[in-house]
């Protein structure tokens, strides 16, 4: 595929209700992005991309090197795809924020048959659940382990930085793709990154890289997505039966670092897999508090609960549950505290368009996997940002599970 290199900015009609990249880039699905200047910029696909949006428009223009590198996450084989266009950015645009579901269509769905989520959407609108590359996904929430957002983006930096390719700059700050699993199979990996303080994360990064590229066969990541929300591009694999959501959680169980959390936010993110629901501290707040689910509040958190947490969401909200989910997963957050009770409001950013296309607790020993399994909150996404390390520290006195 020839270079991408676009720098006029061009748009795509899409209203803050379809897509809102200020919430939606913020809620701890992705950890690379980075806004400067009022632009949200981040490499997809070898490509070096700027966002902004108004209230009728996403913006986007796109810088990309001489060459494209690989994909992070190759296909058995590629579609013939005669006459591409040689910029798809588009297509990655609509296909990265899931742009082929109506999201006004399954909010009102939603809101019909939960009033909780009806009460709370309206402060929310526009969240959508990224679909990101699979193996981005893994190792960027195998990185969330008992983390905060902020502690996750410095590491998946990190890893950019120091094994992904240079894909381009912005005014000084230097933009990496991310890190293919051949680039993190190495013998020296592990004790580099504990070096740049990855703790026990360094060994389960390591080591399910190793797997990726030694144990399983070319395409079995990219096996897993859902036949119904494919990859980008579009790709041809072949497969022994028809892949369910459920295979795909206890295959990536099999992976070192990985619990029913971690396999569900990659499902989710990743996958493509909408009914998974990641379960949290977050979420099992939410669970108890707004559903009433479960009679007893406890501290352990077995697999059987995790499980009966997620069926007891998906029979409210049917087979994007985790979408519904992420909206008042987000509410739930101390980061979004203001626009919870009404007080945010959304700046309206001017723009110029050149040119128009289409208006269209991080150091502590590892356990063992198999016991890790046993408590599916070891794993839980701390997303809210602190501004000290005093605010980092946990409370001893902590009511639902452990985290």
Not at 161 to 189: M, N, R
Not at 234 to 257: F, N, P, Q
Not at 331 to 343: C, D, H, M, R, V
Request: net charge positive; glycine share 6%; hydrophobic share 35%.
């Amino acid at each position: 595929m020839p270079p991408v290199h676009v720098p006029e900015w061009r748009r795509l009609p899409l209203s803050l209700t379809d897509l809102c990249i200020e919430t939606t880039l913020r809620c701890g699905q992705s950890f690379r992005w980075r806004k400067i200047n009022d632009e949200w910029n981040c490499v997809l696909h070898g490509r070096l991309l700027s966002l902004k949006q108004d209230k009728s428009h996403l913006h986007y223009r796109v810088l990309s090197p001489k060459t494209i590198p690989a994909a992070l996450t190759p296909p058995l084989s590629l579609q013939d795809e005669p006459g591409t266009s040689s910029d798809d950015t588009e297509g990655l645009l609509r296909h990265y924020f899931s742009l082929k579901h109506d999201l006004t269509v399954l909010y009102d769905q939603w809101s019909k048959s939960d009033p909780n989520f009806r009460k709370k959407a309206p402060k929310f609108t526009g969240i959508r659940i990224l679909s990101q590359d699979p193996w981005e996904a893994l190792i960027g929430f195998i990185c969330s382990s008992n983390n905060n957002i902020s502690r996750i983006s410095q590491m998946v930096h990190k890893l950019c930085k120091h094994y992904g390719p240079l894909i381009g700059h912005i005014e000084d700050e230097a933009f990496h793709d991310f890190p293919t699993p051949q680039a993190l199979s190495g013998k020296k990996v592990e004790a580099h990154l504990r070096e740049l303080g990855f703790g026990y994360r360094a060994k389960y990064i390591a080591e399910t890289a190793r797997i990726i590229t030694e144990d399983k066969p070319d395409g079995w990541l990219e096996s897993l997505v859902s036949p119904e929300n494919p990859s980008w591009p579009a790709t041809k694999i072949a497969k022994d039966a028809e892949v369910t959501y459920r295979h795909a959680h206890e295959e990536l169980l099999l992976l070192s670092g990985v619990g029913p959390k971690v396999a569900d936010c990659v499902c989710l993110m990743g996958l493509g897999w909408g009914e998974a629901v990641p379960v949290d501290t977050h979420v099992w707040q939410i669970a108890q508090r707004d559903y009433k689910f479960g009679k007893v509040k406890t501290k352990t958190f077995s697999k059987a609960m995790y499980d009966s947490v997620g069926d007891h969401f998906r029979k409210i909200w049917g087979q994007h549950a985790g979408w519904a989910q992420s909206v008042l997963f987000t509410a739930n957050l101390k980061s979004f505290s203001e626009q919870a009770s009404g007080k945010a409001e959304i700046v309206e950013v001017k723009i110029e368009v050149e040119r128009v296309e289409k208006d269209a607790s991080a150091d502590r020993p590892a356990t063992h996997p198999r016991k890790r399994r046993r408590i599916a909150l070891a794993e839980t996404v701390k997303i809210e940002q602190h501004t000290s390390t005093e605010t980092e520290r946990p409370k001893r006195k902590r009511r639902g599970p452990k985290e």
